[in-house]
């Protein structure tokens, strides 16, 4: 099962910091390129039973989340949308996520690392096998 990992917490004492800095999903690991877009959790208000998260402004749906996963600075969330797989979600969301500029990939499979940085147009069926990749096998 591949996650959306946060880094949304304070290092200091584990309380919500409202920012994300860092984002892991699978193997793949990135870096905010500026100041740490605004992230918030939480019910959506024109949904009541709809959980979503907000990053930059835009809502992902999820339908689970766990606190202080590996330490306490990271939440994990498993993204969901009612007509989409987790993965094909996560592929409109790192494709989101390229196209804004927000983060650097700094770790990840090399196909998966080389696409996130570069400039080339890629198929959506590609990007969702190179979201495949991110899952960690063990």
Same mark, same amino acid.
């Given at each position: 099962?591949?996650?959306?990992?946060?880094?949304?917490?304070?290092?200091?004492?584990?309380?919500? $910091?409202?920012?994300?800095?860092?984002?892991?999903?699978?193997?793949?690991?990135?870096?905010?390129?500026?100041?740490?877009?605004?992230?918030?959790?939480?019910?959506?208000?024109?949904?009541?039973?709809?959980?979503?998260?907000?990053?930059?402004?835009?809502?992902?749906?999820?339908?689970?989340?766990?606190?202080?996963?590996?330490?306490?600075?990271?939440?994990?969330?498993?993204?969901?949308?009612?007509?989409?797989?987790?993965?094909?979600?996560?592929?409109?969301?790192?494709?989101?996520?390229?196209?804004?500029?927000?983060?650097?990939?700094?770790?990840?499979?090399?196909?998966?690392?080389?696409?996130?940085?570069?400039?080339?147009?890629?198929?959506? $069926?590609?990007?969702?096998?190179?979201?495949?990749?991110?899952?960690?096998?063990?």
């Amino acid at each position: 099962m591949l996650y959306l990992d946060v880094a949304c917490n304070d290092p200091d004492n584990g309380l919500f $910091a409202h920012g994300a800095p860092a984002l892991s999903i699978g193997s793949a690991e990135f870096q905010c390129r500026r100041a740490a877009p605004r992230f918030v959790d939480g019910l959506d208000g024109r949904h009541p039973a709809q959980l979503d998260l907000r990053l930059a402004g835009r809502r992902w749906g999820y339908h689970g989340s766990k606190e202080w996963v590996g330490n306490w600075c990271w939440n994990r969330y498993t993204l969901a949308h009612p007509h989409k797989t987790v993965r094909w979600y996560l592929t409109d969301f790192v494709t989101w996520l390229r196209r804004r500029s927000l983060y650097s990939c700094d770790h990840g499979p090399s196909d998966f690392f080389d696409w996130f940085n570069g400039s080339d147009a890629v198929a959506p $069926a590609r990007v969702h096998e190179l979201v495949c990749t991110l899952e960690e096998r063990s």
